[in-house]
């Protein structure tokens, strides 16, 4: 890929004409995109995908959350957290304890298991990004941050 913008992408640019705004926009959306897939391949050499490995951390952050407060705490619905839920739990990486006051729910804690695969990963996921943004001056970065935000706030409330 020369360009910076993906083949969809090109194509609806193409039909757009020089409209940079839309260029940008479309950049955004293949950078973000190649981005997903190289951490989704990352992550799978460990067996995790994204949000099994949010939910890894918010478990191990937050020791005796509830299925509900983990599922606010990483926006997604409850059926969605109990899927993460019950892949962390079949591997062994987490541990459902019953609730001491609600006998409705029960209350999340990593494992040691767990507690290893994140002392594990972090570096790892440390580098990949570091080798993301080499090359970037600080310059670049701070005004590329403020670009992204800009477009953030232009798409409203989430």
């Known amino acids: 890929m020369t360009d910076a913008v993906g083949t969809k992408q090109a194509l609806l640019l193409s039909r757009l004409g020089d409209d940079e705004a839309a260029r940008l926009v479309m950049t955004v959306l293949t950078t973000a995109r190649r981005i997903d897939a ?3 391949e990352l992550l799978a050499r460990h067996d995790l ?12 952050a937050e020791e005796g959350i509830t299925p509900r407060l983990l599922a606010t705490r990483l926006a997604v619905t409850s059926a969605t957290v109990t ?22 729910t029960h ?7 767990g507690e290893r695969l994140i002392a594990e990963l972090v570096p790892v996921y440390a580098e990949w990004l570091r080798q993301l943004g080499a090359g970037i001056s600080a ?13 953030q706030r232009n798409l409203g409330d989430e």
């Open 139 to 151: 310059t670049d970065r701070d005004r590329a941050s403020l670009v992204l935000a800009a477009m």
């Open 107 to 113: 209350t999340l804690v990593t494992t040691l298991a």
């Open 38 to 40: 190289a951490c989704a």
């Open 83 to 104: 899927g993460l839920l019950d892949r962390l739990d079949r591997d062994g990486l987490i541990e459902r304890h019953p609730h001491p006051t609600d006998g409705r």
């Open 49 to 60: 995908s994204e949000g099994r490995m949010a939910a890894l951390l918010a478990v191990s």
